[in-house]
């Protein structure tokens, strides 16, 4: 067992990978990452899979067979995507099995439906059906038109990871989404204590927009706020969690066994070469929070990331402070969160472009 990791882990801090393939579960990568780096959840994307299904002949049979069964691309996504996610549910079913919240594998809904509520929850039931795993998780944009689709879905039973969140003010709207589809579970005779949620932040993005806005204004004041809005940014929505866990309409649900929707931090890897790479790992260190990482980071912790006890509780006032001095500096927050939810709805759509063209030229070969 991996001594850093293992020191994350027993801070609160579940590691999720933020990576899969055919090949990391057929070789036994996954179970080893589970057994020596503290591993305890996984994460997918589009992006993820094409990478996956490009690189190797471990869907090839599979693809052959779809083809020679006549299926569309759409088709074959579905099946290679929920078989790998299966697959990976039951290779963390004894995770799941052995504690209250991990062992959880995170599948997204067609990034294409992210503004259509109605599409997003057929797509969400479809995808928990297929993959057939109590383990699973369901990955459901934070958009406006998500809100609803995330407490329809969990109203049904399904868990889910929110993801695509970068403001505190969204991650509220995101919560109360999910206390809404608690309730109407629990009207509905569902079994609340079935039923899992994350919500995932995203982190280095916001320094990333940020940064660019400050290095455009170029006065001291604005150069010395390079690097710390992500982490308070992320600081103040974990203040937003304690809030309504502490509330008498989360008590009253977790009273029926309801499981908190815990804070996960996502988009974890750094993207400016001049800050720690294990930036958004130890900064954000707390417990009852998933911190799900690429493996360049996982292995960057496990060589010399450092936990220093609870780095968010009690920060709230010095986080507001960074804010205060962004608005001062003369950055409009919240455009900055507007533009990163826009481009993040890009990119998912882009990432799914991209495994369609992926899996196409896959078909090709497998027909040829």
């Not at 299926?71 to 099995?97: G, H, K, M, Q, Y």
């Not at 001049?274 to 790992?281: C, I, S």
Request: hydrophobic letters at 45%; charged letters at 25%; one cysteine or more.
């Amino acid at each position: 067992m991996d001594d850093r990791l293992k020191a994350l882990a027993d801070a609160g801090v579940s590691i999720w990978l933020d990576d899969l393939s055919r090949e990391r579960i057929e070789t036994g990568n996954l179970a080893d990452l589970v057994g020596q780096s503290s591993v305890v959840g996984v994460t997918t994307n589009p992006t993820i899979f094409a990478a996956a299904i490009a690189d190797g002949e471990r869907y090839d049979e599979q693809v052959r067979a779809l083809v020679a069964d006549g299926s569309s691309a759409d088709e074959v996504i579905f099946a290679l995507t929920t078989d790998d996610v299966r697959n990976a549910c039951d290779v963390l079913a004894p995770v799941a099995e052995s504690t209250k919240d991990d062992g959880r594998v995170s599948i997204e809904v067609e990034p294409t439906l992210a503004n259509d509520t109605e599409a997003t929850i057929a797509s969400a039931k479809a995808l928990w059906a297929a993959v057939d795993r109590p383990n699973a998780l369901i990955k459901i944009p934070a958009t406006l038109e998500g809100l609803p689709a995330i407490t329809e879905v969990i109203a049904a039973g399904i868990s889910v990871n929110v993801t695509l969140i970068f403001s505190t003010e969204r991650y509220r709207a995101v919560m109360d989404a999910y206390l809404a589809g608690l309730e109407k579970a629990k009207a509905a005779g569902v079994d609340l204590t079935t039923i899992r949620s994350v919500a995932s932040f995203f982190v280095s993005r916001v320094d990333s927009e940020v940064d660019a806005r400050l290095e455009k204004i170029a006065t001291d004041e604005a150069l010395a706020l390079r690097g710390k809005a992500a982490v308070a940014n992320a600081r103040l929505a974990y203040a937003a969690f304690e809030e309504v866990v502490a509330s008498e309409r989360w008590q009253a649900l977790a009273a029926d066994g309801a499981h908190a929707q815990r804070p996960l931090w996502a988009s974890t890897g750094v993207k400016n070469p001049d800050y720690p790479d294990t930036l958004y790992v130890t900064d954000l260190v707390v417990a009852d929070t998933v911190n799900t990482m690429p493996e360049k980071t996982l292995r960057a912790f496990a060589d010399h990331g450092e936990v220093k006890g609870d780095q968010v509780t009690g920060k709230a006032a010095e986080a507001q402070e960074v804010f205060d001095q962004l608005d001062a500096a003369g950055i409009d927050v919240a455009d900055v969160f507007k533009v990163l939810e826009l481009e993040g709805v890009d990119k998912f759509k882009t990432s799914w472009t991209e495994l369609v063209t992926t899996v196409e030229g896959q078909m090709e070969k497998a027909g040829a």
